[in-house]
């Protein structure tokens, strides 16, 4: 449990620094064109791997979650098989006669289908589709803390950077106060 809460907030603090990075490189590089928080957000949100890793979680879920997947409907089963083999052989028996055939060609298909509905087997079926649709809402409720915990990152991280701009400023001035 610790090894997993320590992996998280390693990532949190990695992703933290990647912001801050990206938005100390655009307010370095391009003072006309600053990273406004609104779009460090959206930046954040559709590059976070934690957060595509919990949307396809979540999509999957989805796609799970229906009657099929739970075994209440028929089962069709289609099989077939194909097997073919090319034999030669040749005999020598002990009374003198010979057999020798060449390219004895054997083929051999098969198909075959089945149909397979239960129609009660207890309340199996109705406990896994429960279990199916719990599954899918907490995928979608894990993708929404992964966005909560993306959006608390960025938004703690932006203004840090803000309030760091602003005491640089504010010991510049003080320089040059001194200085004057």
Known sequence: MFMRFSRCINRVLAFCFCVVTQLLSNSIHA?????????????ALENNFDILISSNELSKQDLKNHAGEA???PDLNLDAAYSRSNNSTK???SNGDQVDRN??????????ISLG?????????????????????????TLKIQMEDVYLSVTSAYYEISRQQQLLKS???EIQLGKE
Not at 31 to 43: M, P, Y
Not at 103 to 112: K, P, R, T, V, Y
Not at 131 to 141: C, D, F, G, H, I
Request: proline content about 0%.
């Open 91 to 93: 005999q020598k028996y």
């Open 103 to 112: 390219n004895a060609l054997s083929e051999n298909m098969n198909a075959g």
């Open 71 to 73: 075994g209440m409907l």
């Open 117 to 141: 509905w239960t129609i009660f087997d207890g309340t199996k079926m109705f406990s896994t589709k429960r279990r199916l649709a719990e599954l899918s809402s907490q995928a979608s409720t």
């Open 171 to 173: 010991i510049r001035e």
């Open 31 to 43: 003072q006309d064109s600053l990273l406004k928080f609104e779009d460090a957000v959206k930046i």
